[in-house]
Structures are given as structure tokens and as C-alpha cells.
């Protein structure tokens, strides 16, 4: 990505409400994602983080207010963003091996009905660059929990997307590739827009130039705004459940943009 | 090889090999999607097609094709939905189907002598113009097979990731049902509609034990077809038995034997205690 361009909005949400079941889950988010940007979401269990992923990829349908990614309406987006989601959903007895999974990335990529040698390079080079060319021929329900997270974040990255979504993706990594997993992020961050949801605080601050805080409404914050005490607070937040109202005015400070 | 000398043995052979190319492809299907009930309500609401047809008098086989998919496309269009239980919908189809296939052949004039023949298959018997039948819809299913083979391996493995990256997943899985009820309206002929969800999901069943990959799977299964087809019939032939009956046993007894081998297999690989993993590897200082 050229810097001129990163002046580009790649994700807007205006005035979003979405209701599950009867149930409001987000309520009226507005969040701008510029190109380049490293997003970190933090918020508590149930504060609709996964949701609102889901309806940044088109898998949710909003009850109200527009979601836009690179200009466009959701659905027609498929090629430039690509997603790790939190759960694996598929089947653990599935035959089929990691090289194969990796290449379902390429599916939108495909020209005609089946893959060329140039989506069979990408995955080789995919899966050198996160070292995980040895479990090509593994059958995926045989992953260890970390391993499947290198796949899927390896069936992510294939597609060379444009906007990354990750929710949760360090869940199941061991601290020493968890390190390395932040080095491939930072990497990454130079060539594409990240979305990164996470409990963990202390990555999220020191890797992410822009964080959000989600319980039904969002707060959104910059970088500077991420001292000791917001992340205290906003940690309240996500143990406590403390309605945003509360602090709100914490991060209202001038350097913030505060969508509300 | 007297067997071989009847016309309608050898006609008999290459539906049953037919039928397996088709069966070992969509039962692979069925079993990596876990649809085999979805497969067995539409296998029965079939009945309901032929009994239309005994009522009507055109052929039962058209009635069957033509209930499986209306079967297909109900199950498809409402297990997408969220508010029914697909299983309710599934058990209420079945139900249906083989109520108002009873209540048309009991309406039907005259005698229904080959209705056995439906329930329980015979493919000693089939018409050669059902014979023909069962090639085009054998051709369609392998046209789209071939043309979404890779669109289906991913909708199957993992829907959600399938639609963000833009496949259709709702009409590609409503595709891949009206597959499996084509595929019952040819198995229909040689196992008979009660029997069909044990020859479309045996040999995928005893495939997926052998491979990480879904087209050797495939390839697995249809051997395996065309070994139960081949072998029921000349065991049927010589013992004057039913042949899809008989077909069914010499599946489900090799399943039997293959799950057994596998547990004894895997019981006699599996690591002990004491046992040094890797061996071979010298351990570093």
C-alpha cells in the first residue's frame, strides 16, 4: 500500500444497530477505519466484538445504519478482506489436508472452477512465511491448538487482503509463538488495515495505533490516549461491565475521536 | 460365470457400477456434510412420487424424481432459516412423503405387484427405458460435480469462510441436496427407498477412515460400491435371495469388519507406556 493511499477510509460505520434474537447487541456504533490502520477492539464478554466482525464481513445483517468497507457495501467485498475467526467451525474428521485448507483463501481469487499454479505458489509462500511449510500434508483435525491457529491465519493472509479481521486469535498460542505472532502483526500492519480483537491489554497497546472499547456502544481512542489509566479503566470495563457512560469523559480528551 | 450369460445380469452389473461412480461421489457428500438423515427423508418422501404415479399411471420413477427434489428443496430452503429445528422438518417430510405415497397406491387402480420392488429395490428388473433414465441423471450429477467440485469441498468444510469469500453457499448447498435426490431416484431401482442411506453412506463411511483427502475418498467409495453392487448380485444370484437386501449386507458386514480392524489397528499403534516416541532421535543435552 502506497502512503498516498493512506489517507483512504477502508471500513465506515455509520449510526449501526444490530439486534440477535430479540436482543440489541450493538447500538448505534460509528467507527471509521483509515487505510494503515492497526484497530484493536477490547471489550467484555458479550459486548458483541465477534458481532461486530461478523457484520463488518457481510455475515450479519444490521437492524439499522451503513456499513461500508473500501467504498462499498459489505457483500461485494469478499476479495480484500479476509477473516481468523475466533472458533474453527469446521469439522475435526473433515477429510482434508492444511495445504488444501490454505487454498480455500484463494476461492475468490480462482480463475475458473479450480485453483492455477500461481494459488498453489501462494500457499507455498504462505505457509514458508509462517513457518508452517511442514504440516502441509496434515490432516487439519489433527492440529494442535496453536498449529491451527498458524492455518488459519495462513488461510487468511493467502488471499493478500487488503483488511485483516482477527477476533481472538491468540487464544490458543503458546507465549513463545505469541511473540513471533506479534512480529508477523507488526509486519503486516506496514502492508494492510488490521482488526484486532483481544483481551489482552498489553498487546493491544503496544502494537495498535487506534483501539475501540465495545459493550454494546463503542468508544474509540488514538493511540496517545492509551496511558496506564484509560487502559485501567477501560480493564474495569471489560471485568466490570461499567456502562461507557462512565467513561466516556475519560477518553472525550481532545487527541480522541469520540464517535457517539 | 453362468450369470454372465443372462441378458439382464449384465444389465444388472452396469447399472450397479453406474450407480456406485454416482453413489461413492454424493455419499462422500452426505457423510463429510453429515446430511445422512437429510438423505434418508428424501429417499422416503419419494414413496410419495410413486404412489402419484401408480394413481395417475404415469412412471413412478418420474414421481419419485420429482417428490426427492420438492423433498430436497423444502429441507434446503427451511434448514437455512434459524426459527424451524431442521431435524422437526426432516422427520415431518419423511412422514409426509410416505403417507401420501400409502394413500395413492391404496386409491391407485388394479394390482401394484412391483411396489416391493421400489421399497426394497430390484435391479434384476429395471425397464430399459429406465435404464436410460438413471445415465442422464447419472450425466447431470457428474456435470455439476465436476463444475463445483471445489465450490462444494469448501461449502461442506467450512460455510461461514465460503461466504465471506463470495461463494453463493445458500443456492450451492440447495445444488448439492437436489444432487442427493437425484442420486436416490437412481439408487431408488437397486436398493429400494428404505434401503438407500446404507449404500450411499457405507462405502463413504469406511473411505473416510483411509484418507485425508476428499477425491481419493471419492474414488475409495466408488470401488467399494462397485465391490457391494458386483458381489451382493452374484451372491443373490447363486442363493436366490433379494438382491438389494443382499447388497446392503455385504456392505454393512464389511463396514462391521472395517471399523472392528480399525479399533485393533489403532489399539495396536497406539503409543505405551515406556514407549520411547521418537526413538530414532537423539535426545539433546
Redesign the interface.
Known sequence: MSISSRNNIVIQIKNLWVSLKDRIILEDINLTVWDGDFLGIIGPNGGGKTTLLRVI???VKPMQGSVQVLGEQVHKT??H???V?QH????Q?????VW??VL??R??Q?RG???SREDQAAVKSILLELEIDALG?R?VGKLSGGERQRVLLA?ALV?RPRILLMDEPTNNIDSQFEARFYDILKKLSQEMTLVLVSHDLTAISRHVNKWACLNRKIVVGGKNDITPEIIAEVYQCSVNRIMHDQFRHIVAAPKGEVFR | MDFWLYDFMRQAFLIGVIASIICGIIGSYVV?N?IVFISGSISHTAYGGIGLGYYLGFSPIIGATIFSLIAAIIIGMIGQRAEQRPDTVIGITWAVGMALGAIFVKLSPGYTADLMSYLFGNILTVPRMEMWYIFILSAIILGVVF?????F??V????????????PTSILNLILLCLVALTVVILIRIVGIILVIALLTIPAAIA?QC????H??MGISIILGICFTTGGLIISFFLDLPSGAVIIMVAALTFILAVGGNCIFSKYRAPRPGYKQNAKIKSRP
Do not use: C, W
Open positions: 464481513l457481510g455475515l469478499g476479495k478482506i479476509a477473516y475467526p474453527a467451525h469446521f469439522d474428521d473433515f477429510p482434508i489436508n488444501d485448507m480455500m483463501g476461492l475468490g480462482r472452477r479450480f485453483y500434508k490432516q488461510r488471499s | 463429510v453429515r463444475t463445483l467440485y471445489e465450490d469441498r469448501a461442506s468444510f467450512d460455510e461461514e469462510f465460503a461466504r465471506v469469500q463470495g461463494l473416510i484418507t485425508s483427502k476428499l481419493i475418498m
